[in-house]
């Protein structure tokens, strides 16, 4: 009995791959243009933001927590260190620590309304997700802000540096890529190699026995949610140097590419299981999903819609995954 609902685990795990190849399957005889190398590097460049959103997210919800502000704090972090960089001539470097320190602050904030003042996850991260909102368009009283283009006199070196460059031979070279892939193996091995990804995993599992255990929960998850945090805030620098133009009071739904990428790569709603490598396969199921359709000419408002079956889809996928651990778990 214990075999069977292991091969049924197994096969589950083999989903979304499956996912991702019949995707990319659908798009190459229904879209548009779909199979060329400038689709390919724009699957690529909608996969930088998704993909850093999602990593940071996965240590949340395997603690069995959630982050609705992932969107809004990424565009407030951009807009922000746009902000800086424009409107006081800070320098670029500068205007990169504050987009980054942006989202780690709210991701702190976060962190210590659910594990010190006991807010739940949805609620906490309901409101910072309004706050963000707020304070962008605050701060730059409702302007739009630009990062610097590729042919820019100051900080021209920026998309160079983040998503294409003239390299190795090859015109506009998806450098963003290298970024993605070193983040992905640092957030890899913190999840499965260190302390933190153990009592991650811990908490998620069963929080009162962590803590009984004498693991301090409240203060690993602070850290989970900080740590979330900073990862937002590398994905609103690949959000600028991707898109450039930030606008106030935007990243409504952003969160739920993040979240609905983590959950189809196989990481449990209900915490105590998940793998970094499934997130990255999610994260490109969602990034060929954005791309595909508007290669088969479907307007934004359709998109929305596809999304919003994407993600019932997974989650119901998981409720299933969830059932079946639990039948090979009695058996």
Same mark, same amino acid.
């Given at each position: 009995m214990e075999k069977i609902g292991q091969k049924k685990m197994d096969w589950q795990k083999?989903?979304?791959?499956?996912?991702?190849?019949?995707?990319?399957?659908?798009?190459?005889?229904?879209?548009?243009?779909?199979?060329?190398?400038?689709?390919?590097?724009?699957?690529?460049?909608?996969?930088?933001?998704?993909g850093f959103m999602?990593?940071?997210?996965?240590?949340?919800?395997?603690?069995?927590?959630?982050?609705?502000?992932? =969107?809004?704090?990424m565009?407030?972090?951009? *807009?922000? #260190?746009?902000? @800086?960089?424009?409107?006081?001539?800070? /320098?670029?470097? +500068?205007?990169?620590l504050v987009t980054v =320190?942006?989202?780690?602050?709210?991701?702190? *904030?976060? #962190?210590?309304? @659910?594990?010190?003042?006991?807010?739940? /996850?949805?609620? +906490?991260?309901?409101?910072?997700?309004?706050?963000?909102?707020?304070?962008?368009?605050?701060?730059?009283?409702?302007?739009?802000?630009?990062?610097?283009?590729?042919?820019?006199?100051?900080?021209?070196?920026?998309?160079?540096?983040?998503i294409r460059a003239d390299i190795f031979g090859v015109q506009g070279f998806p450098v963003g890529a290298f970024w993605l892939i070193g983040f992905f193996v640092l957030a890899a091995l913190i999840l499965h190699k260190t302390k933190f990804g153990r009592y991650v995993f811990a908490i998620g599992s069963n929080e009162e026995a962590a803590r009984l255990s004498g693991i301090?929960?409240?203060?690993?998850?602070?850290?989970?949610?900080?740590?979330?945090?900073?990862?937002?805030?590398?994905?609103?620098i690949m959000y600028a140097a991707a898109y450039t133009t930030i606008t106030p009071g935007t990243g409504n739904g952003q969160e739920m590419n993040?979240?609905?990428g983590v959950v189809i790569g196989g990481t449990s709603m209900s915490g105590g299981s998940g793998t970094m490598v499934g997130t990255?396969?999610?994260?490109?199921?969602?990034?060929?999903?954005?791309?595909?359709?508007?290669?088969c000419g479907l307007q934004a408002p359709w998109q929305t819609f596809f999304t919003g079956l994407v993600v019932i889809g997974a989650v119901l996928l998981d409720i299933q995954?969830?059932?079946?651990?639990n039948r090979v778990k009695k058996s």
């Open positions: 083999l989903l979304a791959p499956a996912a991702l190849v019949i995707l990319y399957i659908v798009f190459s005889i229904f879209g548009n243009n779909f199979l060329t190398l400038e689709t390919f590097k724009n699957i690529l460049e909608s996969s930088y933001y998704i999602a990593f940071g997210v996965t240590f949340i919800i395997i603690t069995g927590g959630i982050d609705l502000s992932l =969107g809004t704090v565009m407030c972090s951009a *807009l922000l #260190g746009a902000y @800086v960089f424009k409107q006081h001539s800070w /320098p670029l470097f +500068a205007g990169l =320190g942006v989202g780690t602050l709210f991701g702190f *904030l976060n #962190g210590n309304l @659910v594990a010190r003042l006991k807010l739940p /996850p949805f609620i +906490a991260t309901l409101g910072t997700m309004m706050m963000s909102q707020g304070i962008g368009s605050i701060i730059t009283k409702v302007q739009s802000q630009t990062w610097p283009t590729a042919g820019a006199d100051v900080g021209g070196w920026f998309k160079k540096v983040f301090n929960v409240d203060a690993w998850k602070v850290g989970v949610y900080t740590l979330s945090g900073f990862f937002v805030g590398m994905s609103g993040g979240i609905t990255l396969i999610g994260v490109f199921i969602m990034a060929v999903l954005k791309t595909g359709l508007s290669a995954r969830t059932k079946a651990a």
